[in-house]
C-alpha cells in the first residue's frame, strides 16, 4: 500500500549556459528509492489544481461557488492566482461564469446523467 509520506514531490529547475531554462516536475517514491520525471512544471501542477476545483464544483449543493467558497474548499490562500487560474479554465471551456465572483461547470461536467427530452415507450 503506497501512503502519502512515501512519495515525495519537487520541481526540478534546470539552467545552463548550454541548455535551454526548464522547470520538471519530479517525484520520488521512497519504497523503490527512484525518482520519476512527471513533465514540465506547470502543466502537471495545473493540471492537479484544475481537477480539484473541477471536484469541488461537482459536490458543491447549488451546482455553482463563489470564489471565496473556492479557495475555503481547496486550502487555496492567494486570492489572485486562484481567480486568474478561475479565468484561464472559463476561456477553456472547464468552467462557466454564473456572475462576477460565482462560477459553476458546464451542463455536460455535471457529474449527472443527462436525460434525453424524449421518452421512448417500453415494449
Known amino acids: ?9 519537487l520541481t526540478l529547475h534546470a539552467r545552463g549556459r548550454d541548455i535551454e531554462e526548464r522547470e520538471t516536475a519530479c517525484r520520488f517514491d521512497k519504497i523503490t528509492c527512484r525518482w520519476t520525471l512527471l513533465g514540465e512544471a506547470e502543466a502537471v501542477h495545473s493540471s492537479g489544481e484544475r481537477a480539484a476545483i473541477i471536484e469541488v464544483l461537482r459536490v458543491a449543493e447549488s451546482g455553482e ?8 474548499a481547496t486550502g487555496r490562500r492567494d486570492r ?24 459553476g461547470l458546464p451542463p455536460g461536467k455535471m457529474g449527472k446523467k443527462e436525460r434525453n427530452e424524449e421518452h421512448v415507450p417500453e415494449r
Not at 500500500?1 to 514531490?9: P, V
Not at 461557488?65 to 475555503?72: C, G, R
Not at 476561456?91 to 462560477?103: F, M, N, P, S, W
Open 65 to 72: 461557488m463563489h470564489i471565496l467558497e473556492i479557495m475555503a
Open 80 to 103: 489572485n492566482a486562484l481567480d486568474q487560474l478561475l479565468f484561464k479554465m472559463h476561456r477553456d471551456g472547464e468552467l462557466i461564469r454564473i456572475k462576477r465572483g460565482v462560477y
Open 1 to 9: 500500500m503506497l501512503r502519502d509520506e512515501d512519495i515525495y514531490s
